[in-house]
């Protein structure tokens, strides 16, 4: 299993545009193939305390996953802020992460990282960390 995500330099710097637009958590999917993000799609929080906490538009999530089925891009996991912290996974994020195997980048200001939920995670006992390959 691949422990690298590659993402462009203009992907990433759309990840962090969007979520220092925002003083609560903003969240979006990671569209992709394997390990390689090749689009983003910021949704909308859906959570009653985005302040402290984010949860996708499962809406967004299930036209996403559609697209996906049709033959589109698949989504591989999503980003969200932590807009007055730092960038690694809290024990909420692992509470709510279900060990599948998805990517999650965490962006605190212009810090981004990615993750691995896991079943047996190094951090919180949910997520690995991965490599971040940004690409020109």
Same mark, same amino acid.
């Given at each position: 299993?691949?422990?690298? =995500?590659?993402?462009? $330099?203009?992907?990433?710097? &759309?990840?962090v545009s969007e979520t220092m637009r925002f003083p609560v958590e903003t969240c979006g999917l990671l569209l992709g193939k394997d390990s390689v993000v090749e689009a983003i799609e910021p949704c909308d929080n859906v959570h009653p305390e985005p302040a402290t906490h984010f949860e996708l538009?499962?809406?967004?999530?299930?036209?996403? =996953?559609?697209?996906? $089925?049709?033959?589109?891009? &698949?989504?591989?996991?999503?980003?969200?802020?932590?807009p007055s912290g730092i960038a690694i996974p809290s024990a909420t994020d692992a509470a709510q992460a279900a060990p599948d195997g998805a990517f999650w980048m965490i962006v605190a200001g212009t810090d981004l990282t990615a993750w691995r939920a896991s079943s047996d995670g190094a951090v919180h006992g949910r997520f690995d960390p991965v490599a971040l390959a940004i690409a020109p």
């Open positions: 299993m691949d422990m690298t =995500l590659q993402i462009s $330099r203009l992907l990433a710097a &759309q990840i538009d499962p809406a967004a999530l299930f036209r996403a =996953l559609r697209r996906a $089925r049709a033959g589109g891009l &698949q989504v591989i996991g999503h980003y969200h802020s932590h």
